[in-house]
C-alpha cells in the first residue's frame, strides 16, 4: 500500500498531539500517601513539620504560589505545595 505525503502529514501531526496530551495528563497526577516511593521517604500531604513543605524545598518544581507542583523525586507526578517528606532540602 502506498501511503501519501498528505497521510504521512496528518499521522505525524495525531502522534504528537497524543504525545503532547500523555505528558499533560501524566503530569496532572497527584502523589499518594499510599504510594510505594512516597512510603519509602515518609510523604505527608500537610506538614506537620513546621517551616518545612515541599513549597519551600530545593526539590519542589513548582510556582511559588500554585497549589501543587512537580517533584524531583516523583516523576511525572505533582505534590502539595504543603506536604513534607523525608528528603527535604532548604531551597537556596
Known amino acids: 500500500m502506498k501511503n501519501s505525503r498528505r497521510q504521512f502529514m496528518i499521522l505525524s501531526a495525531a502522534g504528537a498531539c497524543t504525545?503532547?496530551?500523555?505528558?499533560?495528563?501524566q503530569a496532572q497526577a497527584m502523589v499518594a500517601?499510599?504510594?510505594?516511593?512516597a512510603k519509602a521517604l515518609k510523604y505527608v500531604a500537610v506538614s506537620d513539620v513546621a517551616?518545612?513543605?515541599c513549597a519551600?524545598?530545593?526539590l519542589y518544581q513548582g510556582k511559588p504560589d500554585s497549589a501543587a507542583g512537580g517533584?524531583?523525586?516523583f516523576a511525572g507526578k505533582q505534590v502539595a505545595a504543603k506536604a513534607h517528606c523525608s528528603a527535604w532540602a532548604k531551597k537556596a
Open 19 to 25: 504525545l503532547a496530551l500523555n505528558g499533560k495528563v
Open 33 to 37: 500517601e499510599s504510594d510505594p516511593q
Open 51 to 53: 517551616g518545612k513543605n
Open 56 to 58: 519551600n524545598c530545593a
Open 71 to 73: 517533584c524531583a523525586l
